[in-house]
C-alpha cells in the first residue's frame, strides 16, 4: 500500500529505506521544492540510488515507495504525480504542485469509466488512483485540495505547492523529531483493476466537472 516519508529536518537511515523498499518494492519517488516549483523524480530505483537520492536532496524533501495495489506495474506510475492537466508520466519534472498518496481510492476506475463514457477528454496512458486524483485535483485552487482530499478519510496524502509540505488524513507516526511516515511500515494491499485509456481519447482535456 505505500509508504511516504516526509523529510522535514532529517533524512530518513539508509536501514530504513531499505526496511521501506523490502516492504514496497514496486518504484520510489521524491520530490523536492527548488524556488517556486517542486521537482521530482521517480521510477524503479534500487537501494542504493534510493539512498544517494535522500542524501542529495535538500532538506524539505518527500519520499514515496510504491507498492502496486492500484494500476499496472510500470515505474510510470510511481509517485509523485505533478497536479496539471496532463497528469503527466514523466519520470521527472518540475511543476507547480506534486501529489502522493498512501491508501487506496476504491471507486477510482468506476469514476474514471465515467469520464470515457461521457466522452471526457483525459490524458492517455496507465492510469491509478493516485493519477486520477492529481487530474482532478488540476481543477482546484490550492485552498480548496485540501478540502476535496479530506473526503478520503482513510487515506493519507501529502500535497506539496507553493503552500509548501502539506499532510491530509491521519498521521499518526514519526520515524523520528524531524521526519513523519505515513503508516509504521504496514503494507495491507487490495489490487484492483488497472484501466488502460484508449489512445483515441488522448486529446485536449476539458474541465472535469
Known sequence: M????????ERPRPCDIERGIKLNPDGAGIAWQCGDL??????FAGYDEVV???????????LHLRKASCGVFTPRLCHPFPICRTASLAMEGECR??????????????????????GENIPRGPWSDTRLLAYVLSNFTPPN???FLKRFRTNRFVLCDQLGIRRVGLWQ??????????????????PDQAI???ESL????????
Do not use: M
Request: glycine share 6%; proline share 6%; aromatic share 12%.
Open 196 to 198: 488502460e485509456i484508449p
Open 97 to 118: 504542485a506534486v501529489l502522493l498518496h498512501n491508501g487506496h481510492f476504491k471507486g477510482w476506475t468506476r469514476q474514471l469509466n465515467r469520464y470515457v463514457v461521457t
Open 173 to 190: 507516526h514519526r520515524l523520528s523529531e524531524g521526519i513523519w511516515i505515513s503508516n509504521n511500515f504496514t503494507t495491507p494491499t487490495s
Open 52 to 62: 544517494e537520492w535522500c542524501e542529495s536532496k535538500p532538506l524539505p524533501y518527500v
Open 2 to 9: 505505500c509508504i511516504i516519508f516526509v523529510c522535514e529536518s
Open 38 to 43: 517542486w521537482n521530482y523524480r521517480k521510477g
Open 145 to 147: 485540495r485540501i478540502r
Open 202 to 209: 488522448a486529446t485536449d482535456i476539458r474541465k472535469v466537472p
